[in-house]
């Protein structure tokens, strides 16, 4: 059996590393956007349809997600549904629900992986397709080094355009990725990296550590016939509330900032919900 060096290991007189971790499903339990549908329906943004709608689609995410094809509709449906929304306003709602919300369901087991790596000498940098004015606060919370993630833009009127700059899936995170190792010195062939979905293969590829959390079958299939580390994730425990632990208080700026790529990629679930509940035509 192969031998998989354990995060603990690392020489100061080796190249720089860093610890590569998706963000839904592998460091916390839940979507990190989907969470904020009941303070959306509060501040008024979505009606009581969309919430249900918003619940149906946290459980098939956490059931398997969704394959490229709905992601591709998904990022399509959210720029047009989140063009003109009042940037301030949803800052404000997500402001007063973040901490709240994303801290109680962080897993243990990956607070603890963030924690090693650190003692490690080695970089965390959270990868994202949500987008990144929620991941920011969210790895500001974990003590992240670095995020990469998506990018909606924002008029000089405060609100949605409804364009992408930038979309953090797929091939584009580990195009990321070998961005930031030319940039920050670090040796991918050292590096590790952590994801739950087989969408996120060619950033598992990347380095010369992956392994698979909670994988889905795709991901799991994959992980078995290449002999890469399957984790199970379980925990979800308050940062506060752990043993040893840590908690970074993320800083206000950050928290509300949250909002922009919250709102998007909610916008987006909640679509893709209603396509699974349709009749196929």
Known sequence: MENHPSPHSASHSMPRTAAFFDLDKTVIAKSSTLTFSKSFYQ???INRRAVLRTAYAQFV???GGADHDQME???EYLSALCRGWNVQLVKELVAETLHDLIDPIIYDEAA???EEHHTAGRDVVIVSTSGAEVVEPIGELLGADRVVATRMIVGEDGCFTGEVEYYAYGPT???????????EGYDLSRCYAYSDSATDLPMLEAVGHPHAVNPDRALRREALAREWP???????????QRIGGFSVPPRPALVAAAAIG?????AGLVWYASRRRSPAA
Do not use: C, N, Q, W
């Open 262 to 266: 919250a709102a998007a990629a909610t």
């Open 43 to 45: 501040g008024g943004l």
């Open 230 to 240: 399957i984790l199970d994730f379980h925990r979800p425990v308050r940062l506060k």
């Open 73 to 75: 509709r998904m990022r």
């Open 112 to 114: 603890s992986l963030i």
């Open 173 to 183: 995170k580990a195009e990321a990725i070998r961005e930031l190792a030319g940039s």
């Open 61 to 63: 995410f956490l059931a």
